[in-house]
C-alpha cells in the first residue's frame, strides 16, 4: 500500500501521490520543511521512523491523516461511529526523535464519547513516551538504585529530551498490583522461600518470595502487609502448580512447617539459619557464665582491680568461644556427609561425644535438634540429593542484589519498592541467561 521516500517527509501511496504528514528538519540542508497550517517548528519530525507506528493496523488517508483500518469505541466498543478532523500527537520514538503526525479523531453514535486512533502496542494510552524508552528506565535501573529525578537527568543526558520524574514513575511501573510470577520459567520442583520485611513509614510490610534453586531464577514475589500462615499458603499455591512440587527450602519459623506439609513438598529446613539460631541462643549464655566467672575472682581476691577484671572476663570470653567453635566446627561436618545414611552414623557419633561439648550445647541439640534432626537433613535424602541444598543461600544472595539494606529504607510506597525490585529483578533474569548461554 505504500512505500518511503528516504529523503523527504512524504509518503508515497497509491497513485504515486505523494502528501505531507508533519513538520521535518532535513539532515542535510539543515532546516525545517513545515507546512502551511503547521507552523511550530519546536518538534521537527522524520519520516523515516513513521514505519514503526505503521503496521497492517494503520493507514495514511489523502489528508495525510493516520486512520486505523477497524476503528471502535474505545469506551464502548461500538463501531458505529463518524469521523471528527484530526488531533496533532507529540511522540517520542527509542532515540528520543520527537514527531508530530495527525491522528484521526472520531465520535461514538452509541454512547456520544469521542475517541482518536491510539497506537497501544508501542505508546501507551495517552503516552508520549514508546514502550521502548520506558524499557530504557527499567534498564537503568537494573545496575543499582536511583532517584526517579535522577533517572529523568540521564534521559536529558542520552537522549537529548526533558521527561519528569512522574513520567519516569509510571514508565517504572509494569506489573498491575504487587504480585508478580515468572510465567516463562520451567519449573525445577526445588525451591527456596522467604521472606524480607520492609519498613515503610512507621508500618512493616513484607516481601514474599519463590526462587528456583535449580534454575537459579526468581518464580515469584508479593508484597504483603501481613506475613500469615494463610498468606504464605495462598502465595505459593498460586504460584508452583502441585506438579511442580517436589521439596523446598524455609528458615526455621514454626508455621512453615505445616503449610509445607499442607502443599506437599518435602520441608527442608535451613542448616545456616540453624547455626544462626545455635548463635544467637549461645550469646546470653556465655554472658551468664561469664558473670558466674566474675563473681568467683571477686570472692577469691577481693582487692582485685577492676582493668584486671576486664582482662579476665575477656581472656575468659575468648576461651569459651574458642571451644564453641572447636564444637560448632565438628557439628557442622553433619551436613558434609555424603549420604543420609552416613549422615545418622555421624548423628550416632555426635551422641556418643555429646559429653565431651560445651554445657549450652549439649542442652541445645537434646532439646532442639535431635529430636527433629530429619528436618535438616532432607538434602541428603535419595530423591534430592544433588538438587536440594542444605541452605537457603541463593534465594538470601538474590535478596541482596534485588533489595539491599540501604535501599530498604529509601522507598515511601509498597508500589514503589515493588517497581524497583521488578527492575532489578530484570536484571538478575538478564544476567543468569547470559551465564546459561556462554
Known amino acids: 500500500m ?5 529523503c523527504l517527509p512524504y509518503l508515497s501511496l497509491v497513485g504515486k501521490t505523494y502528501i ?4 521535518f528538519k532535513d539532515p542535510v540542508r539543515k532546516g525545517y520543511l513545515v507546512e502551511k497550517d503547521f507552523d511550530e517548528k519546536s518538534c521537527p519530525q522524520l519520516i523515516l521512523p513513521i514505519e514503526s ?3 497492517e493496523n494503520y493507514f495514511v488517508n489523502s489528508q495525510g491523516i493516520v486512520e486505523e483500518r477497524n476503528p471502535y469505541c474505545k469506551h464502548c466498543g461500538s463501531k458505529k461511529f463518524s469521523r471528527k478532523g484530526f488531533n496533532w500527537k507529540l511522540l517520542y520514538l527509542e532515540d528520543g526523535t520527537p514527531i508530530r503526525i495527525k491522528v484521526k479523531r472520531y465520535k461514538c453514535k452509541k454512547c456520544k464519547k469521542k475517541f482518536q486512533v491510539e497506537f497501544t502496542e508501542y505508546w501507551g494510552k495517552f503516552c508520549n513516551y514508546s514502550n521502548k524508552i520506558k524499557n530504557k528506565a527499567r534498564t537503568l535501573l537494573q545496575h543499582g538504585w536511583k532517584s526517579l529525578r535522577n533517572l529523568g537527568n540521564d534521559f536529558k543526558t542520552l537522549l537529548n529530551f526533558n521527561i519528569s520524574h512522574e513520567s519516569v514513575r509510571k514508565a517504572l511501573k509494569k506489573e498491575k498490583g504487587l504480585y508478580w510470577l515468572n510465567e516463562e520459567l520451567e519449573l525445577s520442583g526445588y525451591y527456596g522461600y522467604d521472606s524480607q520485611w520492609i519498613r515503610i513509614e512507621g508500618k512493616w510490610i ?3 518470595e519463590l526462587f528456583d534453586i535449580i534454575n537459579n531464577m526468581p518464580v515469584a514475589c508479593l508484597i504483603s502487609k501481613e506475613e500469615t500462615s494463610k498468606i504464605v499458603y495462598d502465595f505459593i499455591d498460586m504460584s508452583i502448580p502441585l506438579k511442580h512440587r517436589k521439596a523446598i527450602i524455609t528458615d526455621l519459623k514454626e508455621d512453615y512447617e505445616q503449610v509445607m506439609r499442607k502443599l506437599k513438598f518435602s520441608h527442608q529446613h535451613c542448616t545456616f539459619h540453624l547455626i544462626k539460631n545455635m548463635t544467637t541462643n549461645f550469646k546470653p549464655k556465655i554472658t551468664e557464665e561469664i558473670d558466674k566467672y566474675e563473681v568467683e575472682l571477686r570472692i577469691n581476691d577481693p582487692e582485685i582491680s577492676e582493668s584486671r577484671i576486664k582482662k579476665m572476663r575477656k581472656k575468659k570470653k575468648e576461651e569459651i568461644n574458642d571451644e564453641i567453635k572447636i564444637y560448632m566446627e565438628l557439628f557442622y561436618q553433619l551436613f558434609n556427609q555424603q549420604s543420609f545414611d552416613k549422615a545418622k552414623k555421624y548423628i550416632e557419633l555426635l551422641k556418643y ?21 530429619r528436618k535438616y537433613l532432607i538434602f541428603l535424602e535419595k530423591d534430592h540429593i544433588g538438587k536440594l541444598e542444605s541452605t537457603n543461600n541463593k534465594l538470601e544472595n ?3 542484589n534485588t533489595l539491599d539494606k540501604h535501599t530498604k529504607r529509601i522507598y515511601r510506597t509498597p508500589e514503589g519498592i515493588f517497581d524497583y525490585i521488578m527492575a532489578r529483578k530484570d536484571g538478575w533474569i538478564e544476567n543468569q541467561k547470559k551465564v546459561l548461554t556462554n
Open 206 to 208: 513484607y516481601r514474599l
Open 353 to 373: 561425644e555429646l559429653k565431651n561439648f560445651p554445657k549450652m550445647m549439649q542442652e541445645y541439640l537434646n532439646d532442639n535438634f535431635f529430636p527433629v534432626y
Open 398 to 400: 538474590y535478596f541482596g
Open 20 to 23: 505531507f504528514v508533519g513538520a
Open 53 to 55: 507506528i505503521l503496521d
Open 2 to 6: 505504500k512505500t518511503e521516500n528516504k
